[in-house]
């Protein structure tokens, strides 16, 4: 029977490196999604054929309550707050790690059985990644729902505390090593990792969420095969590594598109804003062009080629059912419309790709980075909404800014910019952005959506 | 020892097909990758199944169940919002 079910538990493997190999194109993708169900529903229920199972009703309980408030969750959720919700997802993985392995370090003191070295140690990884994953994610999910200060939040100290707490914890899972029976040891190490994980995300700031949520995500996969060393149990192990991998590369891929470490972002430095910058009053003085709805609607009319590049936003405004009306009136109307998206736009990674789905933007419409930038000097009117960091030049041409370096959309170089923003407050760089002040450049000041709608009506009446 | 480096075998193997694969998806999909993938992270409640299932005390078994229940937001919320997401994506093409 153990073979069957070991045997049930492979093909339940094959089927997530399956759906996740779906998720590489739009078209296969939502069967991928469905295979990856299929796999989880076969393990779960072999698993509830397993001789050590002698009674059913709690775990029946377990699934419907689960079950029940994962799938409130999943059709209540607004797409503009996914963010939010792959948080609390990738914290309840976490968590679900820490329980398992301490159930499993009781049983074993219970059965008086002496577990192998290796046992502990996997136990010990698992509570402590599971806590850390747990309370980091709690806390990037207050963030992003804006429950506590969105802003990197430091104080002194902070580094020698992290490391105080780092140290306790690897003391404790020692001391989980070493003696096996102390299961107090366990939730001492799952307490000290909680603190951790805790500080280990408040000191970022909003804009670095992507790599967090990203990260934690390789945590929560991490733990999950952990437990699978707890438990001897190669799907969990397969699964767990597959999660960990992707988590890491979503991770280094918003690294390399903020081009800042790892360290630099989990330790809330931003590098400070160059002795040189430019002050705000340098950079806008006098230069920074106004314009109306009315006028932008003109623009718009003669344009043959028009692209549009959304950041954060144009989430917050919910802006993406105007811009999508008005890229399709556009379109009617014979221009060109493509949608320009960086890597780190938004507060995880393809948060904006997935809100413009939701409006019906063909996927195809959407560049990335790098196509985006190949003709941008042959677009008409490129319109930013929402936008500030990631299209800033002082990337490219202020080797001192704190943004040097960090690869851009280059609007700057299209025919006309116009940027849809509240003011000309500085973005999470801190930083002033001479795009605004450009000759090619005109400001539409107002909140995203309905300055999008005031164009559309523009353009409706001309 | 021995399930043990069987154990780190497939992991340090199960690694590099996820690198494989997942270099290969779209930015377009990276959300979606994000909270499919957390859904399959779920998997810890196949350990958490026998944890609630083996009754070995009440504190296992309490273990076990809240496990169940953490475990099963996570794999059954985070199949289904992928699917929704999935599905914006579908229609057009």
Same mark, same amino acid.
């Given at each position: ?12 493997? $094959? @089927? ?60 209540? &959720? #607004? ?13 309840? *993985? ?42 980091? =994610? ?17 104080? =002194? ?11 306790? /914890?690897?003391? @404790? =899972? ?19 990792? =909680? ?20 990260? @934690? ?50 330790? *809330? ?24 709805? #009315?006028?932008? /609607?003109?623009?718009? #009319? ?6 549009? $590049? ?19 009136? @556009? ?39 790098? #196509? ?30 704190? &943004? ?15 940027? &849809? ?42 | ?7 780190? %075998? +497939?992991?340090?193997?199960? !690694? ?14 990276? %959300? ?10 779920? !998997? ?27 475990? %099963? ?7 289904? +919002? ?12």
């Amino acid at each position: 029977m153990s073979a069957l079910i070991n045997i049930g538990y492979l093909v339940a493997s $094959v @089927l997530f490196i399956l759906g996740l190999k779906g998720l590489t194109h739009p078209r296969t993708a939502v069967r991928g999604n469905q295979l990856g169900a299929v796999g989880m529903l076969l393990a779960v229920v072999l698993t509830l054929t397993d001789q050590q199972i002698v009674s059913y009703e709690m775990i029946i309980l377990g699934l419907i309550i689960g079950g029940a408030i994962g799938a409130v969750l999943a059709i209540k &959720i #607004e797409m503009t707050s996914m963010p939010e919700l792959v948080a609390v997802l990738n914290g309840f *993985g976490g968590i679900a790690s820490v329980l398992v392995a301490g159930a499993a370090l009781l049983e074993s003191t219970l059965k008086a059985e002496v577990p192998l070295m290796q046992l502990t140690i996997a136990t010990a990884v698992s509570g402590l990644i599971g806590a850390v994953t747990f309370w980091g =994610s709690l806390v990037a999910f207050g963030k992003l729902k804006g429950l506590i200060g969105e802003n990197a939040v430091l104080f =002194s100290g902070q580094q020698v505390i992290n490391s105080m707490l780092a140290a306790a /914890a690897l003391a @404790l =899972s020692c001391w989980v090593v070493i003696d096996p029976t102390s299961v107090m040891a366990y939730w001492l190490l799952v307490g000290v990792a =909680s603190v951790l994980g805790i500080l280990l995300v408040i000191p970022v700031g909003g804009a670095d969420m992507p790599v967090v949520v990203a990260l @934690l995500n390789s945590y929560s996969g991490l733990a999950a095969a952990a437990t699978g060393f707890v438990l001897s149990n190669n799907v969990l192990i397969i699964t767990g590594s597959l999660v960990g991998a992707s988590g890491i590369i979503l991770t280094q891929i918003m690294c390399k598109a903020m081009n800042r470490s790892l360290t630099n972002v989990l330790f *809330g430095v931003m590098a400070p804003a160059g002795e040189g910058g430019p002050t705000a009053d340098e950079v806008y003085g006098g230069k920074v062009k106004s314009a109306s709805p #009315e006028e932008v /609607a003109v623009l718009f #009319e003669t344009a043959r080629r028009v692209m549009i $590049v959304p950041g954060y936003g144009m989430a917050v405004s919910q802006a993406q059912y105007p811009v999508a009306t008005l890229a399709a009136l @556009l379109e009617s109307r014979g221009t060109t419309v493509e949608y320009a998206v960086h890597p780190v736009a938004g507060r995880m990674p393809g948060h904006m790709n997935v809100l413009l789905a939701e409006a019906d933007v063909p996927y195809e419409a959407l560049k990335d980075m790098d #196509e985006s930038n190949q003709d941008i000097d042959q677009v008409d009117v490129a319109l930013v909404i929402g936008a500030n960091d990631v299209v800033n030049p002082l990337a490219r041409t202020d080797p001192s800014s704190p &943004i040097a370096g960090m690869p851009i959309i280059d609007v700057d170089k299209a025919r006309t910019v116009v940027i &849809i923003k509240r003011s000309l407050s500085p973005g999470f760089a801190g930083i002033p952005n001479p795009l605004f002040s450009l000759d090619n450049s005109l400001m539409l000041f107002g909140d995203g959506k309905k300055m999008v709608l005031d164009i559309i009506a523009a353009l409706k009446e001309a | 020892m021995d399930m043990f480096i069987m154990g780190l %075998t +497939v992991f340090v193997l199960a !690694i590099f097909v996820g690198f494989e694969i997942i270099t290969k998806i779209p930015p377009t999909l990276h %959300t979606p990758l994000m909270s499919g993938s957390n859904a399959i992270s779920g !998997i810890t409640l196949v350990g958490a199944v026998l944890s609630a299932g083996a009754q070995q005390t009440g504190l296992t078994t309490t273990l076990g169940v809240l496990a169940v229940i953490f475990a %099963t937001i996570n794999a059954i919320g985070g199949f289904m +919002v992928t699917n929704r997401m999935l599905a914006m994506f579908k229609k057009k093409s």
